[in-house]
């Protein structure tokens, strides 16, 4: 069935809201999990929402947090996400990082105690329509062995990049640095699909591509290898060290098995890349002419715009969604009586 964006957030944020959610984080988490789902990113989309719910429904996260801003300097914010979603805490803090990048020229967000649960574009792309340069890094589920390792370690670590362009919507770009993202070893078991020889470990170290014997004990592997390795690294120390969050290995769910989402940190640096002004030449019109450059070399396709395609898509004809899932969100929608908050 076709179903219109506004619609869809409705119904997922009534889903939020059910279990344990207030008002403003199921309005947040329900725009971020129906804009992956239109913009044909299905891994992070409507796909997450049982995790999301046995997440809350344990106590492993706080649907109802307060996140607690700290101005550490005048270039750095720290945020204690205060066990609750790191996209809200986004939210609270936003304002606040986009006007220091606006007065210092570059500011650091280091949000920690937060769980991440989705694309890293969306926190990154509002910030670039609104003039600025973003970059965004978040550690993960310990799911990811390092280079030549046996055993998970890292996270799948995603980073994402967005710079405003002239005339044109961000150019964004939202990576793993894993082979692939867990989300897609998870659809690619559910299709029953191999994926490429390689892409992880068994829980024997041996090279797999079988998603179940990832899944089963194993691991992801770095993509490129030692240099995704590289930068499985510095994430790391970025989103947890920094910010004084847990390492991907430090998750512990004690008690909170079923829990799914990860208890880590997250790290953007925001640019004003009109600060200083001066001699500087025009900003977007430098990264219309490198990207001018690229497509007269041959490259057809940038960043995001196979993401920006599904968006006009899902805009003008609805978003596909399957009669089972919508009935699972109308079952996972009933108020789970083991849990309430005060909206």
Not at 269 to 277: E, K
Not at 310 to 327: K, L, P
Request: charge should be negative; charged fraction near 20%.
């Amino acid at each position: 069935m076709l179903i219109p964006f506004d619609a869809l957030v409705a119904k997922i944020a009534a889903l939020f809201r059910a279990n344990g959610c207030t008002d403003p984080v199921a309005a947040v988490l329900a725009d971020n999990c129906a804009g992956a789902e239109r913009d044909g990113c299905k891994s992070h989309g409507l796909f997450r929402i049982p995790g999301y719910v046995a997440s809350l429904r344990c106590g492993w996260v706080d649907g109802a947090a307060r996140p607690r801003i700290e101005v550490s300097a005048p270039g750095l914010i720290r945020v204690d996400g205060a066990n609750g979603f790191a996209q809200p805490a986004l939210a609270e803090v936003r304002a606040r990082a986009a006007a220091t990048a606006r007065s210092q020229g570059i500011v650091l967000v280091a949000i920690r105690n937060a769980h991440h649960f989705s694309a890293l574009a969306p926190d990154v792309e509002p910030f670039a329509e609104d003039g600025l340069l973003a970059i965004a890094m978040v550690n993960s589920n310990c799911e990811v062995a390092p280079f030549g390792g046996r055993k998970a370690v890292f996270g799948t670590d995603p980073m994402a990049f967005a710079a405003p362009r002239s005339g044109h919507p961000p150019l964004v770009f939202d990576q793993a640095t894993s082979v692939v993202a867990n989300g897609e070893v998870r659809l690619a078991a559910r299709r029953g699909e191999d994926l490429a020889p390689g892409t992880g470990i068994d829980r024997a170290g041996n090279p797999t591509g079988d998603p179940k014997a990832i899944l089963d004990g194993g691991a992801l592997l770095p993509f490129a290898g030692h240099k995704g390795n590289a930068l499985l690294i510095m994430i790391e120390i970025l989103c947890a060290a920094i910010g004084g969050g847990r390492f991907s290995h430090e998750i512990d769910r004690t008690g909170f098995e079923s829990g799914q989402t990860a208890n880590t940190g997250q790290t953007l640096i925001v640019i004003d890349p009109t600060a200083g002004g001066g001699a500087l030449p025009d900003f977007v019109g430098r990264v219309e002419s490198l990207l001018s450059a690229a497509r007269e070399a041959g490259q057809e396709r940038f960043p995001g715009d196979r993401r920006l395609a599904c968006r006009r898509d899902s805009y003008s004809r609805g978003i596909e969604v399957s009669q089972e899932t919508m009935d699972s969100i109308e079952a996972l929608s009933q108020t789970d009586p083991a849990r309430s908050h005060a909206r």
